[in-house]
């Protein structure tokens, strides 16, 4: 819908005239405010006969026809036509005076509000929110406190020329609305319903969520992959860092994975993998990171916790898995974990250093025997 332009004049009668100027000509709406009731509301009056091709229009701003001589005057019947079309959109349309009172509105803009466009004139905004707040019809008004609702919104309302913005209703649509303040200070106010755009929307973000989660995941154990991990490791060890906190990054690899694969077959593998991951998610906290890195190497990342609390941590890893029963007609099938432990500082936090610190000692726990855990330090000088 093409934007409308106004210019408001008063007579010595106390009428304002608002011009309105539309791709098809300008309007001019007679408000009358002084002679305005509760029970009539305030009136808006269109011009009759056909409107000049230049001259002065009702504001006695100077005008001439847009497209030159050649263009058809606006009739009575084009008006007629107008307003009935006006009316009957499920757009909302409606105007306000400068004290905010609505002197034009269609039965959409209307029922915004919970009334009929009759009963909506000449009510301040005020009185209409308080009314659809009362009534629970029309815009839905989240609030235990109308009062404190109405301080927000009038601080927002014609606080600039031109507003934008989204609302719902208590029927469930959602609306697009925007505002348009002319020179004289009256509002121009049009919605038009967006409830199916929200819904592809709500759509889409659903299923980015659902592509994230599987770029993110591990598709056997259901954990993060080596991608997630090293981008959501690297985010918490800066977070440490600001925190001026201490971070533990456990290597963790299955020992003699191979013989299980050989043995009982790459379905009983995948068991253990899913059961040896589910067993170290439940004993770790709900923020500590989790992944599997590929084949039988996982990675835990454990926030603010320095060397003593970290060999703790990794001794209940590897002693939880050590008690895992995998499957029963394998009584014999009792894989163990090897775990590399790395304490990065609060003045050291980097994910690749990190890293490396925490393979050599993995390699140090293989090369003793496996089944252990072994804190990485640093070469002696």
């Known amino acids: 819908m093409a934007p409308f332009r106004g210019r408001r004049a008063s007579n010595r009668q106390g009428t304002t005239l608002i011009g309105i100027t539309t791709p098809a000509g300008r309007l001019a709406l007679r408000y009358s405010p002084l002679t305005a009731s509760p029970e009539t509301g305030a009136t808006l009056t269109l011009p009759t006969g056909t409107m000049p091709k230049s001259g002065k229009d009702a504001t006695g701003t100077s005008r001439s026809s847009p497209q030159g001589e050649g263009n058809p005057l606006l009739t009575d019947e084009t008006l007629a036509l107008l307003l009935e079309a006006i009316d009957k959109t499920s757009d909302g349309i409606g105007i306000f005076a400068p004290d905010d009172r609505l002197i034009y509105t269609n039965s959409a803009n209307a029922e915004l509000f919970g009334l009929m466009p009759a009963l909506a004139l000449g009510k301040t905004f005020s009185e209409l929110i308080r009314h659809a707040y009362r009534q629970q019809a029309g815009i839905n008004i989240e609030t235990d406190d109308i009062d404190r609702w109405l301080q927000v919104a009038l601080e927002h309302r014609r606080n600039r020329q031109y507003r934008s913005f989204q609302t719902d209703t208590r029927d469930g649509r959602w609306l697009q609305v ?22 592809v929307e709500r759509k889409l973000k659903r299923l980015t969520a659902r592509l994230r989660t599987h770029a993110d995941t591990d598709d056997l154990t259901g954990i993060s992959n080596r991608r997630a991990f090293f981008r959501l490791a690297q985010r918490e060890l800066s977070r440490s860092q600001r925190a001026g906190s201490d971070s533990t990054l456990l290597m963790m690899d299955i020992d003699y994975f191979k013989r299980v694969n050989d043995r009982y077959g790459h379905q009983v593998g995948d068991r253990v993998l899913v059961n040896i991951s589910a067993t170290l998610g439940r004993e770790l906290r709900q923020y500590d990171l989790l992944a599997r890195l590929g084949g039988e190497e996982f990675a835990a990342l454990i926030p603010e916790t320095g060397t003593q609390r970290a060999l703790e ?69």
């Open 313 to 381: 941590v990794a001794e209940r890893l590897r002693r939880a898995v050590a008690a895992i029963v995998h499957d029963g007609d394998c009584p014999d099938l009792a894989p163990t974990v090897s775990i590399g432990v790395a304490v990065s500082h609060a003045s050291q936090l980097e994910l690749d250093p990190l890293i490396s610190q925490a393979d050599e000692a993995l390699y140090q726990a293989k090369d003793a025997g496996r089944d252990r855990c072994i804190l990485w330090q640093p070469p002696a000088s």
């Open 178 to 199: 925007t505002e348009q303040l002319t020179g004289g200070g009256q509002m121009f106010v049009f919605f038009t319903d967006i409830t199916e755009q929200k819904r």
